[in-house]
């Protein structure tokens, strides 16, 4: 429970802190990956441990990458492409839907490393609300509910775009 809570509340303050365009939300993602790996571990997924070892990589390049010019890009295609050969592997073993909130999380990641923002934060979206759907089934209900605050939060993030006049 300790750990469900952990995790929860850390992913909820790394998408708050990027909604709001901060460095730190990069930071507090690299510590809740680390503790999501041991989570789902514990539930037996292991597609979703595998999605949170590459996003370990991900949240690692964003944070070297907030704000600045994309030079190394090759390097996010690279873990993008090794992500997808993992999940190929490991989701013989998962059921659809593990399959499609790993691909949800890890193209919404890699569209806000890339500051495709709108697009990321639609597809974190998503993956917040089917990740509740799937944690809430697995009686997880405290994750579960942070997935589906989270998602209000990137309604929130895809909002102050909008009205921002970003063009992203």
Known sequence: MLLQSA????????????SLGKKSGWQIGLLAS????FYFYSLG??????LEISFLSILLFGLFTHQKELKHQEILYGIMIF????????FKES???????SLLFIL????LAHRWLVSGWILMLCGHLLMGYFTFNKGETIFASM????????????FRIYTSGSKL
């Open 95 to 101: 059921s659809w839907l593990e399959f499609t909130i």
């Open 108 to 111: 919404a990641i890699f569209g």
């Open 7 to 18: 995790v929860a509340v850390l992913y909820f303050l790394n998408k708050v802190l990027l």
């Open 34 to 37: 680390i503790l999501a790996i």
């Open 147 to 158: 997935q589906f605050i989270s998602g209000f939060v990137a309604l929130f993030a895809i």
């Open 45 to 50: 997924s292991m597609l979703l441990v595998g």
């Open 83 to 90: 992500v997808m050969i993992l999940l190929f592997f490991i």
